[in-house]
Protein backbone atom coordinates (compact mmCIF):
# COMPACT_ATOMS: atom_id res chain seq x y z
CA UNK A 1 0.00 0.00 0.00
CA UNK A 2 1.22 3.75 -0.31
CA UNK A 3 0.10 6.89 1.19
CA UNK A 4 -1.70 9.45 -0.26
CA UNK A 5 -1.75 12.61 1.07
CA UNK A 6 -3.33 15.75 -0.22
CA UNK A 7 -2.63 19.46 0.69
CA UNK A 8 -5.56 21.75 1.26
CA UNK A 9 -5.53 25.22 2.84
CA UNK A 10 -6.54 28.90 1.92
CA UNK A 11 -5.07 30.47 -1.21
CA UNK A 12 -1.38 31.71 -1.09
CA UNK A 13 -0.75 30.01 1.91
CA UNK A 14 2.56 28.07 0.80
CA UNK A 15 0.91 24.86 -0.92
CA UNK A 16 2.48 24.99 -4.17
CA UNK A 17 5.85 25.98 -2.79
CA UNK A 18 5.58 23.34 -0.21
CA UNK A 19 4.49 20.54 -2.74
CA UNK A 20 7.50 21.68 -5.30
CA UNK A 21 9.94 21.29 -2.28
CA UNK A 22 8.79 17.81 -1.07
CA UNK A 23 8.45 16.36 -4.61
CA UNK A 24 11.78 18.17 -5.54
CA UNK A 25 9.75 19.47 -8.62
CA UNK A 26 8.90 22.41 -10.36
CA UNK A 27 5.42 20.65 -11.19
CA UNK A 28 2.99 23.08 -9.34
CA UNK A 29 2.85 27.15 -10.31
CA UNK A 30 3.92 28.80 -7.20
CA UNK A 31 2.45 32.61 -8.14
CA UNK A 32 1.08 35.58 -5.63
CA UNK A 33 -2.26 35.39 -6.51
CA UNK A 34 -4.86 33.33 -5.69
CA UNK A 35 -5.97 29.91 -7.30
CA UNK A 36 -3.13 29.83 -9.29
CA UNK A 37 -3.55 25.88 -9.02
CA UNK A 38 -6.72 24.89 -10.39
CA UNK A 39 -5.88 20.96 -11.62
CA UNK A 40 -4.23 19.11 -8.61
CA UNK A 41 -0.48 18.31 -9.20
CA UNK A 42 0.46 14.79 -8.05
CA UNK A 43 4.11 13.67 -7.09
CA UNK A 44 5.17 10.41 -6.00
CA UNK A 45 8.34 10.43 -3.44
CA UNK A 46 10.29 7.94 -2.03
CA UNK A 47 10.20 7.17 1.72
CA UNK A 48 13.87 7.85 3.53
CA UNK A 49 14.91 5.18 5.82
CA UNK A 50 18.39 4.35 7.09
CA UNK A 51 17.42 0.91 7.99
CA UNK A 52 16.67 0.04 4.32
CA UNK A 53 20.34 1.66 3.04
CA UNK A 54 22.01 -0.37 5.56
CA UNK A 55 20.50 -3.40 4.78
CA UNK A 56 20.76 -2.95 1.12
CA UNK A 57 24.77 -2.12 1.85
CA UNK A 58 24.93 -5.50 3.81
CA UNK A 59 22.48 -7.58 1.41
CA UNK A 60 24.12 -6.14 -1.54
CA UNK A 61 21.23 -5.90 -3.68
CA UNK A 62 21.19 -5.60 -7.50
CA UNK A 63 17.94 -2.88 -6.34
CA UNK A 64 17.05 -1.15 -3.52
CA UNK A 65 13.33 0.12 -3.64
CA UNK A 66 12.37 2.23 -1.27
CA UNK A 67 8.26 2.65 -0.03
CA UNK A 68 6.24 5.41 -1.68
CA UNK A 69 4.39 8.16 -0.21
CA UNK A 70 2.11 10.51 -2.67
CA UNK A 71 1.52 14.46 -2.45
CA UNK A 72 -1.29 15.69 -4.45
CA UNK A 73 -1.43 19.62 -4.09
CA UNK A 74 -4.79 20.68 -4.01
CA UNK A 75 -5.75 24.32 -4.88
CA UNK A 76 -6.78 26.86 -2.30
CA UNK A 77 -10.67 26.62 -0.93
CA UNK A 78 -12.56 29.65 0.20
CA UNK A 79 -15.68 29.96 2.45
CA UNK A 80 -18.05 29.08 0.45
CA UNK A 81 -16.39 26.71 -1.16
CA UNK A 82 -18.62 23.70 -0.64
CA UNK A 83 -21.60 25.94 -2.96
CA UNK A 84 -19.13 26.46 -5.25
CA UNK A 85 -17.42 29.96 -4.21
CA UNK A 86 -13.71 30.07 -5.83
CA UNK A 87 -13.17 26.73 -7.76
CA UNK A 88 -15.19 24.99 -4.70
CA UNK A 89 -16.77 21.74 -5.39
CA UNK A 90 -14.33 20.49 -7.46
CA UNK A 91 -11.83 20.79 -5.39
CA UNK A 92 -13.58 19.16 -2.59
CA UNK A 93 -14.04 16.12 -5.17
CA UNK A 94 -10.02 16.24 -5.13
CA UNK A 95 -9.70 15.44 -1.15
CA UNK A 96 -11.96 12.13 -1.58
CA UNK A 97 -9.32 10.12 -3.34
CA UNK A 98 -6.80 10.80 -0.78
CA UNK A 99 -6.06 8.73 2.69
CA UNK A 100 -5.03 11.84 4.70
CA UNK A 101 -5.58 15.88 4.53
CA UNK A 102 -2.26 17.69 5.12
CA UNK A 103 -3.69 20.42 6.14
CA UNK A 104 -1.39 23.65 5.00
CA UNK A 105 -2.27 27.13 7.36
CA UNK A 106 0.04 30.54 7.24
CA UNK A 107 1.93 31.05 10.02
CA UNK A 108 4.21 34.05 9.13
CA UNK A 109 3.52 38.04 8.43
CA UNK A 110 4.46 39.31 5.20
CA UNK A 111 3.24 42.53 3.59
CA UNK A 112 4.13 40.93 -0.09
CA UNK A 113 1.99 38.04 -0.71
CA UNK A 114 -1.55 38.23 -1.35
CA UNK A 115 -4.23 36.93 0.54
CA UNK A 116 -7.90 36.26 0.88
CA UNK A 117 -8.01 37.81 4.39
CA UNK A 118 -5.99 41.02 5.66
CA UNK A 119 -4.35 39.55 8.49
CA UNK A 120 -2.54 35.99 9.48
CA UNK A 121 -4.75 34.21 11.76
CA UNK A 122 -3.93 30.46 11.43
CA UNK A 123 -7.08 29.31 13.53
CA UNK A 124 -9.46 31.05 11.26
CA UNK A 125 -8.09 29.79 8.45
CA UNK A 126 -7.89 25.99 9.58
CA UNK A 127 -11.87 26.61 10.76
CA UNK A 128 -13.07 28.07 7.06
CA UNK A 129 -11.41 24.92 5.78
CA UNK A 130 -13.12 22.28 8.42
CA UNK A 131 -16.53 24.40 8.12
CA UNK A 132 -16.61 23.72 3.85
CA UNK A 133 -15.59 20.18 4.61
CA UNK A 134 -18.41 19.64 7.03
CA UNK A 135 -20.85 21.56 5.04
CA UNK A 136 -19.92 19.14 2.07
CA UNK A 137 -20.40 16.68 4.11
CA UNK A 138 -23.82 17.45 5.63
CA UNK A 139 -24.76 17.83 1.92
CA UNK A 140 -23.53 14.61 1.38
CA UNK A 141 -25.19 12.92 4.15
CA UNK A 142 -28.99 14.70 3.55
CA UNK A 143 -28.49 13.12 -0.42
CA UNK A 144 -27.61 9.82 0.97
CA UNK A 145 -30.57 9.50 3.63
CA UNK A 146 -33.03 10.99 1.32
CA UNK A 147 -32.04 8.16 -1.42
CA UNK A 148 -32.24 5.64 1.10
CA UNK A 149 -35.71 5.25 0.65
CA UNK A 150 -35.24 2.43 -1.91
CA UNK A 151 -33.32 0.32 1.31
CA UNK A 152 -30.18 0.30 -0.29
CA UNK A 153 -28.09 0.92 3.02
CA UNK A 154 -27.53 -1.84 5.58
CA UNK A 155 -29.15 -0.74 9.29
CA UNK A 156 -25.46 -0.44 10.65
CA UNK A 157 -24.64 2.21 7.74
CA UNK A 158 -27.81 3.80 8.17
CA UNK A 159 -27.45 4.19 12.07
CA UNK A 160 -24.12 5.19 11.13
CA UNK A 161 -25.02 8.25 9.08
CA UNK A 162 -27.51 9.28 11.06
CA UNK A 163 -25.72 10.00 13.97
CA UNK A 164 -23.01 12.01 11.77
CA UNK A 165 -25.57 14.50 10.98
CA UNK A 166 -26.90 14.40 14.24
CA UNK A 167 -23.66 15.59 15.20
CA UNK A 168 -22.67 17.76 12.28
CA UNK A 169 -26.15 19.82 12.99
CA UNK A 170 -24.97 19.93 16.50
CA UNK A 171 -21.75 21.60 15.28
CA UNK A 172 -19.67 18.83 16.46
CA UNK A 173 -16.38 17.54 14.93
CA UNK A 174 -17.04 13.32 13.10
CA UNK A 175 -13.21 12.96 14.33
CA UNK A 176 -14.14 12.16 18.60
CA UNK A 177 -17.16 9.97 17.29
CA UNK A 178 -15.30 7.62 14.63
CA UNK A 179 -12.26 6.71 17.03
CA UNK A 180 -13.87 3.54 17.68
CA UNK A 181 -16.04 2.28 14.58
CA UNK A 182 -15.09 -0.63 11.95
CA UNK A 183 -12.10 1.05 9.90
CA UNK A 184 -14.41 -0.95 6.88
CA UNK A 185 -17.31 1.27 7.38
CA UNK A 186 -15.70 4.71 7.62
CA UNK A 187 -13.74 4.02 4.28
CA UNK A 188 -17.27 3.54 2.83
CA UNK A 189 -18.49 6.49 4.13
CA UNK A 190 -16.75 8.85 2.20
CA UNK A 191 -16.99 11.69 4.21
CA UNK A 192 -14.33 14.29 4.38
CA UNK A 193 -14.09 15.71 7.90
CA UNK A 194 -13.36 11.67 8.63
CA UNK A 195 -9.93 11.73 7.09
CA UNK A 196 -7.09 11.37 8.96
CA UNK A 197 -5.43 15.38 9.35
CA UNK A 198 -1.87 16.53 9.94
CA UNK A 199 -2.00 20.06 10.49
CA UNK A 200 1.55 21.71 8.87
CA UNK A 201 2.11 25.18 10.20
CA UNK A 202 4.07 27.30 7.36
CA UNK A 203 6.29 29.48 9.18
CA UNK A 204 9.35 32.21 8.29
CA UNK A 205 12.47 31.31 8.29
CA UNK A 206 13.88 32.52 11.44
CA UNK A 207 10.93 31.22 13.22
CA UNK A 208 13.13 27.21 12.40
CA UNK A 209 12.96 25.08 13.97
CA UNK A 210 10.81 25.92 17.34
CA UNK A 211 7.56 28.03 15.30
CA UNK A 212 6.52 30.95 16.75
CA UNK A 213 3.48 32.62 18.34
CA UNK A 214 1.04 31.44 15.48
CA UNK A 215 2.37 27.68 15.56
CA UNK A 216 2.48 27.69 19.05
CA UNK A 217 -1.58 28.83 19.13
CA UNK A 218 -1.87 25.91 16.76
CA UNK A 219 -0.23 23.51 19.02
CA UNK A 220 -2.30 24.80 21.63
CA UNK A 221 -5.92 24.39 20.12
CA UNK A 222 -4.78 21.52 18.36
CA UNK A 223 -3.35 19.65 20.61
CA UNK A 224 -4.71 16.31 20.21
CA UNK A 225 -3.71 16.27 16.05
CA UNK A 226 -0.11 15.68 14.62
CA UNK A 227 1.41 19.44 13.82
CA UNK A 228 4.18 19.53 11.91
CA UNK A 229 6.62 23.15 11.59
CA UNK A 230 8.19 23.94 7.99
CA UNK A 231 9.46 26.45 6.02
CA UNK A 232 8.32 25.53 2.60
CA UNK A 233 10.78 28.74 0.82
CA UNK A 234 13.14 26.70 3.11
CA UNK A 235 12.56 23.43 2.01
CA UNK A 236 12.43 24.03 -1.34
CA UNK A 237 15.72 25.44 -0.98
CA UNK A 238 17.23 22.34 0.82
CA UNK A 239 15.45 19.93 -1.86
CA UNK A 240 16.79 22.45 -4.86
CA UNK A 241 20.90 21.74 -3.57
CA UNK A 242 23.12 18.21 -4.29
CA UNK A 243 22.30 15.70 -1.58
CA UNK A 244 25.56 16.35 -0.44
CA UNK A 245 25.11 20.18 0.31
CA UNK A 246 21.92 19.33 2.14
CA UNK A 247 23.67 18.35 5.49
CA UNK A 248 25.60 21.35 5.49
CA UNK A 249 22.63 23.90 4.37
CA UNK A 250 20.69 21.85 7.38
CA UNK A 251 22.65 22.66 9.99
CA UNK A 252 23.26 26.35 9.27
CA UNK A 253 19.22 26.15 9.57
CA UNK A 254 19.46 24.19 12.77
CA UNK A 255 17.43 21.56 11.31
CA UNK A 256 17.60 18.00 12.66
CA UNK A 257 15.28 16.63 9.64
CA UNK A 258 13.71 18.01 6.91
CA UNK A 259 10.40 18.68 6.10
CA UNK A 260 9.41 15.81 4.28
CA UNK A 261 11.21 13.77 6.59
CA UNK A 262 8.75 15.34 9.12
CA UNK A 263 5.63 14.83 7.34
CA UNK A 264 6.07 11.24 6.33
CA UNK A 265 6.52 10.35 10.33
CA UNK A 266 3.02 12.22 10.66
CA UNK A 267 1.59 10.61 8.12
CA UNK A 268 2.76 6.71 9.40
CA UNK A 269 1.84 7.87 12.39
CA UNK A 270 -1.70 8.78 11.59
CA UNK A 271 -2.72 6.41 9.72
CA UNK A 272 -1.22 3.76 11.95
CA UNK A 273 1.29 2.43 9.60
CA UNK A 274 4.85 0.43 9.64
CA UNK A 275 7.24 -0.86 7.68
CA UNK A 276 8.43 -4.52 7.08
CA UNK A 277 11.53 -5.30 4.63
CA UNK A 278 12.81 -7.65 2.14
CA UNK A 279 16.00 -8.54 1.34
CA UNK A 280 18.15 -10.34 -1.22
CA UNK A 281 20.69 -10.63 -3.57
CA UNK A 282 18.29 -9.29 -6.31
CA UNK A 283 16.66 -6.37 -4.41
CA UNK A 284 16.13 -5.22 -1.31
CA UNK A 285 12.50 -3.41 -0.74
CA UNK A 286 10.57 -1.96 2.17
CA UNK A 287 6.79 -2.40 2.55
CA UNK A 288 4.10 -0.38 3.65
CA UNK A 289 1.44 -1.83 6.44
CA UNK A 290 -0.97 -1.52 8.45
CA UNK A 291 0.00 -1.68 12.31
CA UNK A 292 -0.17 -4.63 13.80
CA UNK A 293 -0.68 -6.85 10.68
CA UNK A 294 -0.29 -10.45 10.74
CA UNK A 295 1.76 -12.47 8.65
CA UNK A 296 -0.07 -13.48 6.10
CA UNK A 297 -1.50 -10.00 4.81
CA UNK A 298 1.47 -8.69 5.26
CA UNK A 299 2.33 -11.34 2.42
CA UNK A 300 -0.44 -10.39 0.53
CA UNK A 301 0.73 -6.78 0.33
CA UNK A 302 3.76 -8.57 -2.17
CA UNK A 303 1.08 -10.98 -3.93
CA UNK A 304 -1.90 -12.12 -3.42
CA UNK A 305 -0.87 -15.80 -3.93
CA UNK A 306 1.20 -15.39 -0.95
CA UNK A 307 -1.25 -14.97 1.29
CA UNK A 308 -3.13 -17.81 0.16
CA UNK A 309 -0.66 -20.24 0.02
CA UNK A 310 1.28 -18.90 3.37
CA UNK A 311 3.03 -21.91 4.91
CA UNK A 312 5.74 -19.73 7.27
CA UNK A 313 7.70 -15.93 7.54
CA UNK A 314 11.32 -16.68 8.07
CA UNK A 315 11.51 -13.06 10.08
CA UNK A 316 14.66 -11.56 11.84
CA UNK A 317 14.67 -7.64 13.25
CA UNK A 318 16.37 -5.35 11.34
CA UNK A 319 18.37 -4.18 14.54
CA UNK A 320 19.95 -8.55 14.62
CA UNK A 321 20.76 -8.07 10.71
CA UNK A 322 22.72 -5.10 10.56
CA UNK A 323 24.24 -6.16 14.08
CA UNK A 324 24.99 -10.06 12.63
CA UNK A 325 25.57 -9.10 8.73
CA UNK A 326 22.28 -10.40 7.21
CA UNK A 327 20.06 -13.88 7.39
CA UNK A 328 23.10 -16.77 7.52
CA UNK A 329 24.42 -14.93 10.15
CA UNK A 330 21.47 -14.57 12.63
CA UNK A 331 20.77 -17.92 11.89
CA UNK A 332 23.78 -19.21 13.53
CA UNK A 333 23.77 -16.32 16.47
CA UNK A 334 19.63 -18.04 17.11
CA UNK A 335 18.06 -14.45 16.06
CA UNK A 336 16.08 -16.03 13.45
CA UNK A 337 12.59 -17.08 13.92
CA UNK A 338 9.96 -18.96 11.98
CA UNK A 339 6.65 -17.65 12.49
CA UNK A 340 3.14 -18.31 11.33
CA UNK A 341 0.40 -16.35 9.88
CA UNK A 342 -0.90 -15.11 12.99
CA UNK A 343 2.97 -13.81 13.29
CA UNK A 344 2.03 -9.86 14.32
CA UNK A 345 4.31 -8.13 12.49
CA UNK A 346 6.83 -5.50 13.96
CA UNK A 347 7.74 -2.30 12.56
CA UNK A 348 11.74 -3.09 10.46
CA UNK A 349 11.27 -6.68 10.83
CA UNK A 350 12.73 -8.64 7.65
CA UNK A 351 11.06 -11.35 6.44
CA UNK A 352 11.18 -14.04 4.06
CA UNK A 353 7.87 -15.52 3.24
CA UNK A 354 8.02 -19.52 2.50
CA UNK A 355 4.54 -20.39 0.49
CA UNK A 356 3.23 -23.52 -1.32
CA UNK A 357 3.24 -24.36 -5.03
Same mark, same amino acid.
Given at each position: ????????????????????????????????????????????????????????????????????????????????????????????? /?? +??????? /????????????????????????????? @???????????????????? !??????????????? !???????????????????????????????? !?????????????????? %???????????? %???????????????????????????????????????????????????????? +????????????????? %?????????? +?????? /??????????? @????????????????????????? +????
Amino acid at each position: MSLKCGIVGLPNVGKSTLFNALTASKKAQAENFPFCTIEPNVGIVEVPDERLDKINEISKSIKKINATITFVDIAGLVKGASKGEGLGNKFLS /HI +REVDAIV /HLTRCFDSEKIQNVNSTVDPIRDIEIIET @EISLADLESLQKRLEKNKKK !ILTKEELVFLEECLK !IINMGEKLSTYSKDLDEKLLKKSGLLSLKPKI !IVCNVDEKSLPLGNKYSK %ICEERFNDENIV %IVCADIEDQIMNLKPGDRKDFMLEAGLKNTGLDNLIKAGYATLGLSTFFTSGPKET +RAWTIKKNSKAQDAAGV %IHTDFKKKFI +RAETVS /HKDFIQYKGFN @ECKNAGKLRLEGKDYLVNDGDIMLF +RVGS
